[in-house]
Structures are given as structure tokens and as C-alpha cells.
């Protein structure tokens, strides 16, 4: 897939986004909505901020230190540039469009795709499980049917993954299918060839420390959306705040939708009427947490990704 082509799915994606944030708007009563905003108190806007960064500056580490365990030494700085330019594509399907960091370590620094690979689905696979790991803690205080279901399909998903690519003989019977499909075969011959980089982060220490900083990150993601549930006056305990965040974010990742569009966000606002929320308000939450936690991050992404000014006119092997 090229440039061109991976653009233009991306602007359909944000067409498609837009266009669902109007309809629940207008449905919700955009009168109602913007007299919710009057709420807002702007004092925890740098709180928000700080935590978002401090997230972004924590996940940014463990790419750097995933590198590193591949013997890819790159200045803190510019693994830092390239982690951020990674979230140019984060609504693509469960964030893997993140792989066109894979990209930039090739074209910048002669970095083989085959050995880089693996540091995004170390990334992506250490998130999932830093989510499931925080919403199950949180059952302890909430019985919510809701989030039990989105935790038990949530380690399934995990799992899976995990067996997939792990375990040789599942991973070469899928592959001898998935070789037999044009326009992924090299996509096949990539992850194939990407094994060995795999299986070096996925020993005991080098997971689990990718794990830590995970869990610290999204600790640091979820104030971030605590105190805009505070800044709106919706003074909820912690962990009622943690399962309205924490399990739509996991049902939209198992739904394979970018960025759990539509999915994410409707979970999200049945979770807030369930908790006795009026929907006007619901929506300016789930609104406010998505520009903070989706489309600000990825607005900086692409203007990251801008400055490496690389010559991406062939993207075949991105992915």
C-alpha cells in the first residue's frame, strides 16, 4: 500500500468519524451540549495536558528501550520523534498503522523492516494487556457485566495473538494460507523474517519491563481522562470513572474498527446514562475524552512525521 492509498483511507476514516460526531450531536441535542460546555472549569486544562504528555513520554521510553534491546542505538531524542510520528496512523485497526515507525527506522537510518516489526507488536500487545490488567483490578470494586465481558474477550484476543506468533507451528500453518493472498504475501515474508527480533522481547524481563511502562502510561492516560470527568463536575469515584473509560476502550479494540470508532464512543455514553448521566452531557464527555486521548495525539503525530521530511512516494513495505 502507498502513500496515497494509506492517506486517503485515513481521510475517510476522520470523514467517517466526523460525520458519526455530528449525528450523535444533533441527536443529543447540540443546544444542550454547548450549554454543557458553560461547565467546563479550564483551571484543570494543564492537569489534563501534563498527564497526556506524561503518557506520551512514558510509552516514547519504552520504545526506546525496546530498540535498544534489539541493539538499534538511536538518541533518546529521535527514538522520541519517531514514537510520536507513529501516532500519525493510531485510528487505523487496533493502532497497527503505528507500524510506519517500522517505515521511518528503514528510510532514515537503514533499519531492516524485519527487525523492527516486532517493537510495534510488542507495543501494541503490552497496551492491550496494561488496559486489561487496570479494568480488571477495577472489577474488584465494580460488578459490571459490561466490563466482565470486555475483559474475558480481552485476554482471548491477547492470548491469541500471543500463541500466534509464539507458538511455530500455528504460525507456519497460517502462514502457508496468508502466503497464498497477493497483496499481503509480503506482509507474510516480513513477519516471517521478523521471528527472531520477536522472540528476543518477548523473554521474561524484556516483556515485563515493556509491561511496566504500559501500565504506568495508561495510569497516566487515565488521570488524564479523570480530571476531564472532573473539570465537567461529574465527581464519580475513581474506579466508576476507571470501567466507563477503561471498557469501551477495550470493546473497541476487539471490534478491529479504527480506533474503535463508533463502538468506543456509544459504549462509553450507555456506560454515563447507565450511571445516571444525562446524554447531552454524556456526549460532551466522550467527545472531550476522545479529542484529548485520540485526535490531539494524532494531530502531533502527523506534525512529527512532517519534519522527518522522508520520501515515502513507496510504502510497500510499511506494514
Not at 441535542?29 to 512514558?58: K, V, W
Not at 527506522?105 to 527487525?115: A, E, F, R, T
Not at 465494580?142 to 507451528?169: D, Q, R
Not at 524481563?205 to 480530571?227: C, M, P, R
Amino acid at each position: 500500500m502507498n502513500t496515497k492509498q494509506l492517506s486517503d483511507k485515513v481521510i475517510l476514516i476522520i470523514i467517517i468519524v466526523i460525520a458519526f460526531y455530528v449525528g450523535i450531536v444533533l441527536f443529543s441535542d447540540i443546544t444542550s451540549i454547548i450549554e454543557q460546555t458553560y461547565r467546563i472549569n479550564y483551571s484543570y486544562l494543564p492537569l489534563i495536558a501534563i498527564f497526556m504528555i506524561a503518557q506520551i513520554g512514558i510509552l516514547g521510553i519504552k520504545f526506546h528501550r525496546l530498540l535498544k534491546k534489539l541493539d538499534i542505538i538511536l538518541s533518546f531524542k529521535e527514538s522520541i520523534h519517531i514514537f510520536i510520528s507513529g501516532l500519525s496512523l493510531i485510528i487505523t485497526p487496533a493502532g497497527i498503522g503505528t507500524a510506519i515507525k517500522s517505515h521511518i527506522l528503514k528510510k532514515k537510518y537503514g533499519k531492516p523492516i524485519s527487525s523492527t516489526l516486532s517493537v510495534v507488536l510488542i507495543e501494541r500487545l503490552t497496551e492491550l494487556f496494561a488496559v486489561l490488567l487496570i479494568l480488571t483490578f477495577i472489577l474488584i470494586w465494580v460488578n459490571s457485566y459490561e466490563s466482565i465481558i470486555a475483559v474475558i474477550f480481552g485476554y482471548v484476543l491477547l492470548f491469541s495473538i500471543i500463541m500466534l506468533v509464539s507458538n511455530n507451528k500455528i504460525f507456519e500453518s497460517i502462514k502457508r494460507i496468508v502466503i497464498k493472498i497477493q497483496r499481503i504475501k509480503k506482509l507474510s515474508m516480513v513477519l516471517d523474517e521478523s521471528q527472531d527480533s520477536y522472540k528476543k522481547l518477548m523473554n521474561k524481563k524484556t516483556f515485563s519491563e515493556a509491561l511496566g511502562w504500559s501500565i504506568l502510561g495508561k495510569i497516566f492516560q487515565f488521570l488524564s481522562v479523570y480530571f476531564i470527568f472532573i473539570s465537567l463536575d461529574v465527581n464519580f469515584e475513581w474506579f466508576v470513572i476507571g470501567e466507563i473509560y477503561h471498557t469501551p476502550l477495550i470493546l473497541g479494540i476487539i471490534s478491529f474498527i479504527p480506533s474503535g470508532i463508533i463502538v468506543t464512543e456509544s459504549s462509553m455514553i450507555a456506560l454515563l446514562i447507565k450511571n445516571n448521566i444525562e446524554i447531552s452531557l454524556s456526549t460532551l464527555i466522550v467527545i472531550f475524552v476522545r479529542i484529548v486521548t485520540i485526535w490531539i495525539p494524532m494531530s502531533v503525530g502527523i506534525f512529527a512525521l512532517k519534519q522527518l521530511h522522508l520520501n515515502t512516494s513507496d510504502t510497500d513495505d510499511t506494514l
